[in-house]
């Protein structure tokens, strides 16, 4: 089975940059075609996408997020990174990591999770 944790600051001052990993066993985050994903959930909302990096290392993110992220990796330790940049308030939320299949759409997609971690904004 692949597990998927994160880890980084719970507590993040207005503009500064909040930085997570997602560290992966059970399975490479190289191994084709799975894409490695960041979500977040704010309170008493949604889930909402941010982004991810693909098995070979292609990007994508959410339009409205896409000017102050980034997704990067380290293969060599099996991790993926996520910085989002000039944060505010706005940006508290239970963040996830996740795996993408190949197949499906929408949630169903995502086969594997991390437990979520909480990141608060606040000075």
């Known amino acids: 089975q692949v597990q998927l944790q994160e880890s980084g600051p719970g507590l993040v001052k207005p503009s500064q940059t909040l930085s997570l990993t997602c560290t992966v066993s059970?399975?490479?985050?190289?191994?084709?075609?799975?894409?490695w994903t960041w979500i977040r959930q704010p309170p008493g909302k949604g889930l909402e996408w941010i982004g991810y990096?693909?098995?070979?290392?292609?990007?994508r993110y959410n339009p409205s997020l896409k000017s102050r992220t980034s997704t990067s990796r380290d293969t060599s330790k099996n991790q993926f990174t996520l910085q989002l940049r000039s944060v505010s308030p706005e940006d508290t939320a239970v963040y996830y990591c996740a795996r993408r299949l190949e197949s499906g759409l929408g949630w169903a997609s995502y086969d594997y999770w991390g437990q979520g971690t909480q990141v608060t904004v606040s000075s």
């Open positions: 990096i693909t098995y070979s290392g292609s990007t």
């Open positions: 059970g399975g490479s985050i190289t191994t084709n075609y799975y894409y």
